[in-house]
């Protein structure tokens, strides 16, 4: 399913087309100099440029973090998984700062394949929750890692990558390699006060 995201052509200032250009010309460079996989400026150096140029400091954080891996300029048409062909089980782990991380198994299908990651708080304690967060995965330059969905719970995420082409059967030596961007919410919480209500 392909959405325009509500882009419109409607109005453009054209004197700015040598400009936009310029940003492509650059945009085609960074994807050749990071190799498709430039990972992302840290919030000093955001924070530094921002400060240099004027601009809005969370405009511009937004703006390298759909920079920051490969299918966010994709040179190949999206490809959507066809022709199931069976269940691959994978059952790689790491566990880090009490997080385990999981590529649990992959579907293939005849023109790509579903890689499923799991994120689990190994934690007793009942009040903690895990924070949703947006996953990235690099395997390699050869295959494209494309967001497929994710869900979670209080202690677990999930989330599926498509990847193209198709990885092979037999994935012991692959590494797979994660990105967490946390959704940060600044979104202020009210307390409801303990009292009763009525209403008239």
Request: aromatic share 10%.
């Amino acid at each position: 399913m392909k959405m325009s995201y509500g882009y419109t052509s409607d109005y453009y200032c054209k004197s700015l087309a040598v400009i936009d250009e310029q940003i492509c010309e650059l945009l085609a460079k960074r994807k050749e100099l990071s190799d498709d996989n430039p990972g992302l400026p840290g919030q000093e150096l955001i924070a530094t440029w921002s400060k240099q140029y004027g601009l809005n400091e969370e405009q511009i954080r937004k703006i390298f973090a759909s920079m920051s891996s490969e299918h966010s300029f994709p040179h190949h048409e999206q490809i959507e998984p066809t022709d199931f062909l069976k269940f691959v089980p994978i059952m790689k782990s790491v566990e880090l700062d009490n997080i385990l991380y999981a590529v649990t198994s992959m579907k293939q299908y005849k023109n790509a394949s579903v890689v499923y990651i799991e994120a689990e708080l190994n934690s007793v304690e009942e009040n903690v929750r895990l924070e949703f967060s947006g996953f990235e995965l690099f395997i390699s330059p050869k295959y494209q890692c494309r967001p497929h969905g994710g869900s979670g719970q209080i202690k677990g995420l999930q989330h599926t990558f498509v990847v193209t082409p198709s990885l092979p059967d037999d994935v012991t030596e692959f590494e797979f390699r994660l990105t967490i961007r946390p959704h940060r919410d600044e979104t202020k919480i009210i307390s409801l006060a303990e009292l009763p209500v009525t209403i008239k």
